[in-house]
């Protein structure tokens, strides 16, 4: 019997009843805690872990249950039945800055190919490449195809600036935003058209994007994260109504991109930070299931880590900067506004977990047992830390179970326990992205700011191991002692272990 997307999601509502069930336990378990403990530093200071954890248990099991019983998105888009009034012109832009020629000359060559008519299709390629010589290679290149090649090396705000510096330019209705690694599917341009012609709300529509001939777990990794973007994320987004441009393969109604100011030079993620910009003024994306381009991951783990360390800094950048204009937005529904938030709360959340795992610490060595329910003599605060891990692993079983619907083999179940490995070795490197974002620190107009910053893996995986050794030996002396919770602080440390394992079987 095949696994189905259908079987995901009934495990997605059962484990959201099962971790429901615990959190009722758990909180009550924590109250009878707090009214026999005559301490007032142990009320306040649990009472703030109880609220943290019954804040995350409840998203997770509002997550988990929601998703379960949510109707599948309908089948994809199919281009032969699409019918046209007319074929407007539209631009295809292609930003730029030292990149392999061989890359973006396979990107042209698709929109060369496309079903859409070759006339109407205007292809920009925006470079910002500040070297003479390489700039005269990638004139070249758009002269040998007919392309025009668009070039101001004196742009000092990374990509969202490249773009806003073209956008006066441009002097049709629509344009196609793609990166110069992701090659187009031949109707691509054709379905981005009939979505923005058809939803004459829409400011912008989104298309799926995905990696293909992956070589080893770390890029499968890396390619999983679309994976679930596109196939669980966003499909729940376009049933709101919230949408997110996800910062290629893409077009735009270029009026509405221009009434906002054009893309957002605030964050590293101007695609999510402009989406926000755009709902919180009413405006609407749309969401089309539809493969609209083929690319490439990042090769090397350091250069994967480089790459979501943009992510994590930039989705927590926008979180500090969109937050207030979301929620007191009047464009948008209560319920529009949490499902907008949340995909930046994600980026967040395990610094959030560690840091309450961390928070046992100091009432252990000052001689409380932070109470909570037990099961077997079990603390039920490991149901923290475990949501977030059965969540994540459900996400993968999902999007995994819908790549094999297609017939499509890449991903296996089988590797599920590897993806957790690389998640969590992954997402430990990218803390101090977490704070840096939400403090507003390293950012687009910090003279610090990278838009590729290299992380030393091995020295932070070096530090992870050595504090993740005296995490653990603590919570099996804290266990051996008779605290309960050191099983907590026992599981943190052991997690701190796998960055080491990895950094060093991985040479890039």
Known sequence: MKFTPRMARLLFFLSG???????????????????????????????????LETLIL???VFLLITIGIDKPMNGEVDPDVLEFDHYPDVHVVLPIRFVPVEKIEKTIKGFMDQSYPKEKIH?????????????????????KYGVEYFYRPENKKYKAGMLNLLLPTLKHDYACFYDYDQVPTRDAVKVLVWGIMTNPD??????KKEFRG???????????????????????????????????????????LREIGGFSEETFTE???????????????????????????????????????????????????????????????FQQKTETLSIVFMTPVLFVAYVYGFSFIPLILMGFESQRAYFFGVTTAIFIPASLLIT??????YSISKRKMRGESEFKYSQILGFIYISISSNLMLMDANVYGILGLLGPKSPRGKWTRKINIKLRSIFLL???IVLSLFGLQAMLSGFPSGLLILLVGTSLFPPFIISFIQRK
């Open 466 to 468: 050595l504090l993740g």
């Open 17 to 51: 009843l099962f971790l429901g069930t615990i959190m009722v336990f758990h909180v009550w378990g924590a109250l009878l805690g707090l009214i026999a403990e005559p301490s007032l530093f142990y009320r306040v200071y649990v009472s703030i872990q109880l609220a």
């Open 58 to 60: 409840f998203e997770v």
């Open 392 to 397: 994540y692993t459900l996400f993968v079983i």
């Open 123 to 143: 292809v920009v390629v925006a470079d910002d490449t500040p070297d003479e010589e390489q700039s005269e290679v990638y004139r070249s290149l758009c002269e």
């Open 202 to 207: 829409a400011a912008y529509v989104q298309l």
């Open 271 to 333: 695609d999510t930070d402009t989406s926000f910009k755009l709902l919180a003024s009413g405006k609407r994306g749309k969401f089309l299931n539809f493969l609209g381009s083929i690319g490439d991951v990042p090769h090397g783990y350091s250069n994967q880590i480089s790459q979501v360390w943009r992510w994590s800094h930039g989705g927590t950048n926008v979180l500090r900067c969109r937050y207030r204009d979301i929620m007191s937005s009047p464009h948008l529904s």
């Open 214 to 256: 992956l070589t080893d777990y770390v890029n499968e990794w890396s390619a999983l994260l679309y994976l679930q973007f596109f196939e669980l994320l966003q499909p729940r987004k376009e049933k709101l109504g919230v949408a997110l441009f996800a910062g290629s393969t893409a077009i735009f109604r270029l009026s509405a």
